[in-house]
């Protein structure tokens, strides 16, 4: 969520945090790509009462190995540095856009 972002990196930002080289910000948790359209449409039907039907089509020929690949964003060693840790679950997140989007569409 940009929120738990953008307070990573003002956490970041304080010189009294001793950080070395790159740091991964993650939930830890890994969501796969049919739970977030899952989620999607949840939050879909939660604020416009009907539920998008999420169609499963083949993966183009063009996607790689890499692009397959499931992530999981360890940030423990952030995490113990800086102290800040994810705020905004997912599906909260999700929500959040959801209703934004609806809001200002109309």
């Known amino acids: 969520h940009i929120d738990d972002a953008a307070r990573a990196f ?4 304080d010189p009294n945090v001793p950080l070395n ?3 991964f910000i993650g939930t830890g948790v ?7 359209m899952d989620l999607i449409a949840d939050s ?3 604020c416009l009462g009907h539920r998008p039907q999420v169609l499963g ?7 790689t190995e890499l692009d397959k690949r499931s992530v999981r964003i360890d940030s423990d060693e952030f995490r113990a540095v800086t ?6 679950p997912v599906a909260r997140g999700i ?3 959801v209703r ?7």
């Not at 890994?30 to 977030?36: D, E, Q, V």
């Not at 102290?83 to 905004?88: E, H, V």
């Not at 934004?100 to 109309?106: E, L, P, R």
């Open 30 to 36: 890994g969501t796969s790509m049919a739970k977030l």
């Open 100 to 106: 934004t989007m609806q809001q200002s569409s109309g």
């Open 83 to 88: 102290g800040w840790k994810p705020q905004i």
């Open 10 to 13: 003002i956490a970041s930002a």
């Open 21 to 23: 080289g790159s740091q």
């Open 57 to 63: 089509v083949p993966a183009p020929h063009s996607l």
């Open 44 to 46: 879909v039907y939660e």
């Open 95 to 97: 929500r959040q856009l």
